[in-house]
Every structure is written in C-alpha cells, then in structure tokens.
C-alpha cells in the first residue's frame, strides 16, 4: 500500500476553513485517497473519495494535486463538532478486498 | 440514515471468559469487518467477511477469534479465552459490495471490552 504522511496536530479557529495536508508521494495510477475522521471514543466515520479530479460533498473538499501525490482535505466552515482525528488513507489496487489501514492521523482541534 | 449498529456498548468479562459481540451491519451491505483500537493506539484491522467467509484477515486475528453471520442480519464476533491484552475498543464496519467500486466502509459506534 502507498504510505501518507500527515501532520501529527492541526488547530483552526472555528467558522474558518479547516484545511488538511496528506503527502502519498507513491501512490500507483488506480489507487484513490480516502479521508476518514474519528471523534473522541467513537468510530471511524467516511468522509470523502477522490482518484484525480477534485470532489466536494456536503461534508468536505478534496482536492488533489495534478501529479497526486499529495491531497488536502477542506473543511470549510470547521465547527467545534469537526474536532478530530483525520486520517488520510490510499487504496490498494483494484479488486474486490480493500482493507483501509489507519495510521496515526492528523489531530485538529477547532477551538472557539 | 441506515447506519451500523453495535451491542453491547460496554462489555466487562474475566480473563479467560467467552464474549461475543454483536453488530448490525447496513443491510444490502455484501462486505463485513472487525476491527479494534487498543487505547491511544491505532485502529488495527482484524478480519472482513463476505459471502459467508472470512475473506482476509490479520495476525491479530488468531484461533481464539471467530466470526459468524448467523442470520443474515447480525455479525459477530467471538473470543474464546479472553486475555487482558483484548481490552479495546471493537469497531464493526460494512461496504456495499459490487456493482458499486467505491471501498467507503460505515464503522458502527463500538463495543468498549475490558478484560479483568
């Protein structure tokens, strides 16, 4: 699996944009970047995919770098909510198994 | 929102006892995982389960793990002999399976085990 390399802590002032680095300078052609979040004490919770083009959903941005071997994860009005751990996971190759494997993450604290 | 669901919330069992934790993965869901979080340590993946077989699993996932879907609605996830060492927290999580080829998985709330 491609290894990322993330922040180990990040804060930002509530209301702001939350914005979150992830270098995966060997990521292969067919994988895709996934973000993950954890809240204190509860599960991993999905939050958004890409493979090149930038996505947006109701939850975050992501946007990737033309050569993909680094992403950043947007969140655009962070809440006080958004506090977290973020993990930045690559895909391995296609096929019908995909175990996500979590490393440490970035913590942000979005503070008042 | 279907979401996946975990019981118990809280397990306390003696070393050596049997626990079986439950989970409710999202239905139409084909893909069902084990995982677990030791206390400030990373989420470690344990097994995944599809089309009523274990799929992959790690080497955390010995002899003394087992897993089951008896029902078609449940999964589970038993530990025979519990050592202190299994205190963590138990994260279930599901996928949709094919035709879909996104691998966004949906992890439930956990099961906190603490082993006396």
């Known amino acids: 699996d491609a290894k990322t390399t993330q922040p180990t802590s990040m804060d930002c002032a509530e209301g702001r944009a939350a914005n979150l680095p992830c270098n995966h300078s060997?990521?292969?052609?067919?994988?895709?970047v996934y973000w993950y979040r954890q809240i204190h004490s509860q599960g991993p919770q999905y939050i958004i995919h890409?493979?090149?083009n930038n996505e947006t959903n109701e939850m975050a941005s992501l946007i990737i770098t033309e050569d993909r071997k680094s992403s950043t994860l947007i969140l655009p009005h962070a809440t006080l909510r958004d506090t977290a751990v973020y993990y930045c996971?690559?895909?391995?190759?296609?096929?019908?198994?995909?175990?996500?494997?979590f490393g440490r993450g970035t913590s942000l604290i979005v503070h008042p | 929102e279907p979401e996946v669901t975990q019981t118990p919330s809280h397990q306390v069992t003696q070393m050596g006892q049997e626990v079986i934790l439950r989970c409710v993965p999202i239905s139409n869901h084909l893909y069902f995982y084990w995982y677990r979080q030791i206390l400030g340590q990373k989420v470690e993946f344990l097994v995944s389960f599809y089309n009523n077989e274990i799929s992959e699993k790690s080497e955390i996932f010995d002899d003394q793990f087992s897993v089951e879907r008896p029902d078609g609605s449940n999964f589970t996830l038993k530990i025979r002999s519990t050592k202190l060492e299994d205190s963590a927290m138990y994260f279930c999580?599901?996928?949709?399976?094919?035709?879909?080829?996104?691998?966004?998985?949906?992890f439930g709330p956990g099961t906190r085990l603490t082993v006396t």
């Open positions: 999580a599901s996928r949709a399976g094919t035709p879909s080829i996104s691998y966004e998985q949906y």
């Open positions: 060997t990521i292969s052609g067919n994988e895709y």
């Open positions: 890409g493979l090149k």
């Open positions: 996971i690559v895909s391995p190759s296609s096929g019908g198994s995909y175990i996500p494997t």
